[in-house]
Structure formats: structure tokens, C-alpha cells
């Protein structure tokens, strides 16, 4: 009985570890995708603008 329970005690453990990694790993997906195009638009747009204050704008 003791020998289950343990068992049942580390699959339990293990299911809540996998749902924390899983839930981890989305909200990383989320920071990760959702900011970068935000920098990425800010980057791009201030390279523009130094580049148009530089006179440098080739497109």
C-alpha cells in the first residue's frame, strides 16, 4: 500500500512538473512572439529614422 501511494505521489508530482514546464514554455512562446515584432517594428523604425536624419535612406 505504502509502495502505491509513493507511486501515486511521484506520477502526481510528475504531471504537476510536466503542466508547469508546458505552462512555461507558452507564456515563453507569448513574451517571446508578441514583444520581438514590437521591438523589431521599434528597431526598424528608429534605423529609418536615424537613417533619414543621416541622410543614408537608400530605399
Same mark, same amino acid.
Given at each position: 500500500?505504502?509502495?502505491?501511494?509513493?507511486?501515486?505521489?511521484?506520477?502526481? /508530482?510528475?504531471?504537476?512538473?510536466?503542466?508547469?514546464?508546458?505552462?512555461?514554455?507558452?507564456?515563453? /512562446?507569448?513574451? #517571446?512572439?508578441?514583444?520581438?515584432?514590437?521591438?523589431?517594428?521599434? #528597431?526598424?523604425?528608429? #534605423?529609418?529614422?536615424?537613417?533619414?536624419?543621416?541622410?543614408?535612406?537608400?530605399?
Amino acid at each position: 500500500m505504502m509502495m502505491m501511494m509513493m507511486m501515486m505521489m511521484m506520477m502526481m /508530482m510528475m504531471m504537476m512538473m510536466m503542466m508547469m514546464m508546458m505552462m512555461m514554455m507558452m507564456m515563453m /512562446m507569448l513574451v #517571446i512572439t508578441t514583444p520581438k515584432c514590437r521591438v523589431d517594428g521599434l #528597431i526598424k523604425t528608429s #534605423i529609418g529614422k536615424k537613417r533619414k536624419l543621416l541622410g543614408f535612406d537608400w530605399r
